[in-house]
């Protein structure tokens, strides 16, 4: 069972209702074309209705610089957009929004039009949670017809608002770069089929933000979204 963001009073219960829009960003402290995307990555989050994550990537690793943010699993994700989108190569810095948009990251106007459509889209699913003390229980409706061939797919996503790192090698070498909402855990907690209401209530602990969102299969579109702030 995942490990959110701790409830700041454990007596308090509140609820939250919002539906931003998500973009996932694929970055790399290795990759010397990522800091400009890294930057308006950190501008999107700082939108109420954007919902900015930063998966760091490690296949630049090899140049002579880790990242240590960079998970495999991340790749992986990315790989599976790839497939999704049926493009043959994977790049960074690359943004994708609400699991379909293909943009690359550090073009600011193609990122803003994107966004921008979908601000006017109503999300499919309609996302709710409520949080007691050290439980958040997150509830789905669907608002459109969402059944499909792939189940719904639940996620939660843990991450650091703020992480500056001294980088000291590779193409970035010398630069003292900031990296905003830094994915540190990604997990899927349920598998819907889009009929009735869904629930699940999880623990919560520690001092990472974190959101939810519903995906059509692994790599599909994102039906709908919520941040707790």
Sequence with gaps: MPILAKAQDTGVTREVHNAPVVVEL???Q???SCP???ELLMLLAQQDDVLALALHVDYWDYIGWKDQFASPAHTKRQKGY???GARRMIYTP???I?????VVG???AAVSEAISKYRKTPQRVALRARQTGTEVTLS???VQDVQGSEPLLVHVARYEPMQTVEITRGELRGHTLDYANVVEHLEVIGQWDGTGEFSVTVPVEGAEKTAFFIQQGSHGPVLGALRLD
């Design 98 to 102: 609400m699991g379909y948009e293909d």
């Design 26 to 28: 694929f970055t790399s």
């Design 36 to 38: 400009p995307a890294d």
């Design 140 to 142: 789905a409706l669907a």
């Design 30 to 32: 290795g990759c010397s």
């Design 82 to 84: 790839a497939h999704e």
């Design 106 to 108: 550090a073009n600011a």
């Design 94 to 96: 690359q943004m994708v």
